[in-house]
């Protein structure tokens, strides 16, 4: 899961790592950071979400 964190690059805490992204619109494109995670039981979450409708 990555969690964009606008202009501010985050240090690595609690298993999160930084990352560069950028974001791309048709009116501007910028730099953006973000921070990604991971877990085993991401399958799950899927899984959970779908249960609850927030997608197909």
Do not use: C
């Not at 990555?2 to 790592?17: C, E, F, M, Q």
């Amino acid at each position: 899961m990555d969690v964009n964190t606008r202009n501010k690059p985050h240090a690595s805490i609690a298993g999160l790592y930084p990352l560069v992204g950028w974001r791309s619109s048709p009116q501007s494109s910028s730099l953006v950071y973000l921070v990604e995670g991971s877990t085993y039981d991401t399958g799950t979450l899927i899984e959970w979400g779908r249960t609850i409708g927030l997608y197909r």
